[in-house]
């Protein structure tokens, strides 16, 4: 598959990731107003406002401040790797890039505008849910979260929902979860 395509199914699965994220956050939050995501392959436009965004990385959870024009460029013409863009009620407020591997989805970067309100709380869940389902028509089993920031690790491991398993570094650090791909996209069951 070259790039061409590639980029022809992320954008095909934009609106299958979206209604199943809305989906299952209705049923997570009956009553709740909640945002209306669109997910989109990013451009240059996407990119360039990206870089307006402020720098987070000193606050909350240490991660973020990254170049999305070289992320851009680094899976540009690579048909495993892909850059999404995240709008809210018709504002752009994410991204997040991954790449496909042999038998895995890998999530890499993710990162939200702290100026998109809408969006705060709901950027990881969604591009979870939208990586599950690229592994999903895609034939990957696994979705990996590699290298999340330490504050957030919890988070990414409830919004994975399934058994994730973790890799870690010679200082205890997260450098991976995984959790099938199967596992984020069924409904829970009650027990």
């Known amino acids: ?20 994220y809305s989906q299952e956050m209705t049923g997570l939050f009956p009553g ?24 987070t990385s000193a606050q909350k959870d240490g991660y973020g401040g990254w170049s999305w ?22 504002i752009f407020g994410g991204l997040f890039s991954g790449k496909l591997l042999a038998t895995e989805v890998e999530l890499q970067f993710v990162q939200r505008d702290i100026h998109c309100a809408s969006l705060k709380g709901f950027m990881i869940p969604a591009s979870i849910t939208y990586s599950a389902m690229l592994g999903l028509v895609m034939g990957r089993d696994i979705l990996s979260v590699c290298e999340p920031a330490p504050d957030i690790v919890e988070r990414y491991m409830t919004s994975m929902k ?12 997260v450098t991976k979860m995984s959790v099938p791909v199967d596992e984020v996209l069924l409904p829970p069951t009650d027990q």
């Open 32 to 55: 709740i107003v909640l945002p209306s995501l669109r997910f989109e392959v990013c451009t240059v436009q996407h990119f360039s406002r990206a870089e307006s965004w402020p720098d």
């Open 162 to 173: 399934g058994d994730v398993t973790f890799n870690f570094g010679q200082k205890g650090e």
């Open 1 to 20: 598959m070259n790039k061409l395509e590639f980029n022809g199914v992320l954008s095909d699965i934009g609106s299958l990731a979206a209604d199943a």
């Open 69 to 90: 024009e070289d992320i851009y460029h680094k899976s540009k013409y690579s048909p495993e790797k892909f850059v999404i863009a995240v709008s809210s009620n018709g």
